[in-house]
């Protein structure tokens, strides 16, 4: 005995094609497609910046220790490097998330898509300008950070709107994410006058604010309202909890950091301010290392390891337990012994192994979701989470006290090209479902 199969409507109420059979005839990306949903936008964006930043990095690393091509520089590679890692491709990756579950938690009408057109093309476009800025003229890099700067004012602007238009009891996430975004905006724009006043120390401080205060705030505060709430609705025998004081935590530890920032370009550090600050800030460092490993654990990483997409949410939230700790013993280090270079390895488990963690974990899932294929960590996927892993171990191996320099020398360039290869495959991959459409027909 056989069953018949639902019919799928050929033709809608206007005699056009259904969704359903469209997205069966048409295959082709196209950039029209681009512009149905804002997390396409953001996120395709997003991917080219990355893809390029990415490339520009493995050149610079590779040039440096073989003297290949002697690549020129109009600016620092380091801080252009810090500066479109923090400021390039992650605001646009959370314009995704901002315009499509952003209103969904204030309880607003989204903006459409043409909306966000220009601010998001304006960053895309200052970024690139600023990497072809580091070869060519400092010029072109300050006019492409200047564009840059402006596409997230407008970006905040926008989202400042939509919490400004809501009735919701609970804004307290959108809120603080829209200060952080705020505070993104007032970075880049000091990042660029510390440039064009000849104040490199003041520019890079700037760059550490964005990080922690912008960047860092977003990703804690989306970790702290999603993660649990994913557990929950994959696996029903965790819990979900997410008191506030674990945000109130973490935002604080973010905000030490950025006080941390400061102190030092002022002159104050572990090593200059004797026993004090350096105790102090390690123990506070330490700490909060401790309890975000405990609370990654309570949040269900141990379960999560049964399914892939979930576990990757859960190791990407464990790195930003690991990056505390490692930061409190380098404090304590540079403080007792005089060894320095473990930061830069703790500032790497938190770009490289958090918030790149979570940025492809994430992203993954709401791509997934949202082009009509299973929510699920497919053999690509996971392969690529664990390129990334390397990568950032790697990395991290590379700033560790009593490293010979040769094997440093090589261990960067190996991490940069892995970085490069994981995220161009996998920007390659989602930025082609963002020009096509959904797999199962419908909107969106």
Known sequence: MTTSRPSIPLRVASGKPSAEVLAQMDKHWRWRYVMLAPHRLGFLLAMVVLVASGMWWALVQVDRSTQWWGLPSALPPTLVHSAVMAFGFIPLFFSGFLFTAGPKWLGVEPLPVNALRFPLLAQAAGWLLWLAGAYWHVYLALAGLALACGGLVWMTVQFWGRVWLSQAQDQLHARVIAGACLLGSIS???????????????????VFTGLWG??????VTVAHRMIPFFTSSAM????AW?????????LAAALLQVLAVWLEWAGVSASTAGPAWGLLHGMLQLVVGGILVWLACVWGLVQSLKNKLLAMLHIGFLWLGVAFLLGGVSQWLAWGLGVGGLGLGALHALTMGCLASLMLAMVTRVSCGHSGRALVADRLAWSLFWLLQAATVLRIAAAAPGVPGFVSLWLLPLAAVLWAGTMGAWGVRLGRWYGCLRADGRPG
């Open 188 to 206: 880049v724009a000091g990042l660029w006058l510390g440039l064009v006043l000849g104040a490199p120390a003041a520019a890079r401080a700037w």
């Open 214 to 219: 912008f960047v860092v705030v977003v990703y």
């Open 236 to 239: 029903p025998m965790v819990q």
């Open 242 to 250: 997410r008191p506030f004081w674990v945000l109130w935590l973490m």
